[in-house]
């Protein structure tokens, strides 16, 4: 079987972004700590025009021009995402749309007709799902086939306005071209998996009690100046199954269920989720890697040592020096640069060390969240993570979160990053930790092939990071809202939502267009 992998990446983010530094003072925050604490500079916002497909479409085209793709030859678009658009057509149907829109006069009517499309949904991880599934697909396949598959990562990710979350947001798109004997990193067949059914971050369907609905909409009329009857709300609750509004879809049960795009989520609980995920995931990468041969303990250099960088899912730039310190820690507790450690900090927390109760567990996961921390302070994990993880960081704090999308983000922030500093990949292996609340982890590894260059000098990410237009404080909430309806930039040789169908049959129907 030949080497299967990654043979080119092309990134879409909006070409609007939110300064952190007027984001810290709109909302009284501590510029500081956002920025120095976790890495943030900017948050990407999606323009009117801009949604998941968009995003994920503009990537696909930048991808097949620059590598003159003929799209019949595109045996499958699979997309990983978080911020789907239905809840029943897949996202990528909207994506192969615009697709066919923009090269149906060169390659004919129906030319992604044999091109199969699925979304991949799992939280941040989706793309990485997706993308391990295409590189089995390409890799089945003889090399004189020639199988090409696109892996689309595309999402917006949204918190509420004023929550805990909303300096983590940002936005985009991107495309993955996997094929044989790549020209970017071969990805060798060996994933270390862990999975754990938790509620660390989850969009749920909410129900609200019609009573609730109507008493608002009345409370709205009260604040607009019309009198409020006393019994009004049970009135029209009585009158609702024999009202010409009883099947309409506001009134039709009696609960009014609403999706929302923003999540739920405990922010300590999702970090301890995705600590404990990555190591778990690497434990049994490592496993893996022994008995096929991959890694031998007794004579090779360590794992971790082995990797020239280490990729991860970036919820914040900083969120990889924060949570690799569990997996360091792992990789190291038979070396003797450990007792050094030990005699630095202090001995580590065991849970064996505490009451076996929810109270003893809090405390357990406390006392461990302390010496994650002081793990990150030594000398030894400092020098490490600025050698393999630092360059991964800097579009990440120009971005945001771009979920499913983040760890590819990371790779391109590093691979750019080195080709602009001359710095030799050749053969060397990278580390890849993907994570998806829920939870999942994924741990992997690249090879990174001789024509990494002359792949890497295509992307021009910082050159289109330093080009985007900022948003004051007003227009970002009429964006996040949904309120704003005029493109703050007027999209130019890219696709767009052009509309949004109103009432009848077709209620809700997007429509997309490429504009010149």
């Given at each position: 079987m030949t080497d299967v992998g990654i043979d080119d990446i092309a990134i879409y983010f909006p070409k609007t972004y939110f300064d952190m530094k007027d984001f810290a003072e709109f909302r009284g925050a501590d510029f500081g700590k956002l920025n120095k604490?976790?890495?943030?500079?900017?948050?990407?916002?999606?323009d009117a025009h801009e949604d998941t497909a968009t995003m994920g479409a503009n990537a696909c085209a930048r991808l097949i021009d620059r590598n003159k793709i003929d799209p019949r030859k595109i045996g499958r678009i699979y997309l990983g995402t978080e911020s789907a658009?239905?809840?029943?057509?897949?996202?990528?149907?909207?994506?192969?749309?615009?697709?066919?829109?923009?090269?149906?006069?060169?390659?004919?009517?129906?030319?992604?007709?044999?091109?199969?499309?699925?979304?991949?949904?799992?939280?941040?991880?989706?793309?990485?799902d997706a993308m391990h599934n295409t590189l089995d697909w390409v890799a089945r396949g003889r090399e004189e086939e020639d199988r090409i598959g696109i892996v689309v990562f595309a999402d917006n990710a949204k918190y509420d306005l004023g929550s805990s979350g909303e300096?983590?947001?940002?936005?985009g798109g991107g495309a993955i071209l996997i094929r044989?004997?790549?020209?970017?990193?071969?990805?060798?067949?060996?994933?270390?998996?862990?999975?754990?059914?938790?509620h660390d971050f989850f969009k749920p369907r909410r129900e609200v009690e019609m009573k609730t609905v109507v008493s608002n909409v009345l409370d709205l009329a009260?604040?607009?100046?019309?009198?409020?009857?006393?019994?009004?709300?049970?009135?029209i609750l009585a009158i609702l199954p024999r009202s010409s509004k009883k099947d309409d879809i506001m009134f039709e049960s009696h609960t009014l269920k609403i999706h929302k795009d923003t999540p739920v989520f405990d922010g300590q609980f999702s970090n301890r989720c995705y600590s404990e995920s990555v190591k778990n995931a690497f434990i049994d990468f490592r496993s893996k890697a022994i008995n096929c041969g991959r890694y031998n303990p007794e004579s090779d250099e360590i794992l971790t040592e082995q990797w020239s960088r280490i990729i991860v899912h970036l919820p914040y730039a900083f969120q990889g020096k924060r949570m690799f310190p569990d997996v360091f820690r792992h990789d190291r507790r038979h070396l003797s640069v450990w007792d050094k450690i030990v005699e630095e900090i202090g001995p580590e927390p065991f849970p064996e060390d505490f009451e076996d109760s929810p109270q003893g567990i809090e405390e357990f996961e406390k006392a461990n969240d302390s010496y994650r921390r002081l793990i990150s302070k030594t000398e030894e994990f400092r020098l490490f993570s600025e050698s393999r993880i630092e360059k991964t960081q800097r579009a990440s704090s120009l971005v945001g979160n771009q979920y499913t999308g983040s760890i590819f983000l990371a790779l391109m922030s590093t691979m750019e990053s080195d080709y602009s500093d001359g710095v030799e990949m050749d053969g060397k292996y990278v580390g890849l930790c993907g994570y998806g609340s829920g939870a999942k982890a994924k741990i992997f590894e690249g090879v990174i092939q001789s024509s990494w260059k002359e792949v890497a000098?295509?992307?021009?990410?910082?050159?289109?990071?330093?080009?985007?237009?900022?948003?004051?404080?007003?227009?970002?909430?009429?964006?996040?809202?949904?309120?704003?309806?005029?493109?703050?930039?007027?999209?130019?040789s890219e696709f767009a939502l052009v509309a949004v169908g109103g009432e009848g049959a077709l209620e809700g129907q997007r429509k997309y267009s490429w504009i010149p």
């Open positions: 604490g976790l890495g943030l500079a900017a948050m990407a916002i999606p658009l239905d809840g029943a057509k897949p996202t990528a149907t909207y994506i192969m749309d615009m697709l066919e829109q923009r090269y149906c006069s060169d390659y004919g009517k129906n030319c992604f007709r044999n091109c199969d499309v699925v979304d991949m949904t799992f939280a941040c991880i989706g793309a990485v300096y983590t947001q940002g936005a044989h004997n790549p020209r970017l990193i071969q990805i060798p067949d060996i994933w270390g998996v862990s999975t754990m059914p938790v009260e604040e607009a100046g019309e009198p409020k009857k006393e019994g009004l709300v049970e009135k000098k295509q992307f021009n990410l910082f050159k289109r990071l330093n080009n985007r237009t900022p948003l004051d404080k007003d227009i970002y909430e009429k964006l996040h809202r949904g309120s704003q309806k005029e493109s703050v930039v007027k999209p130019s």
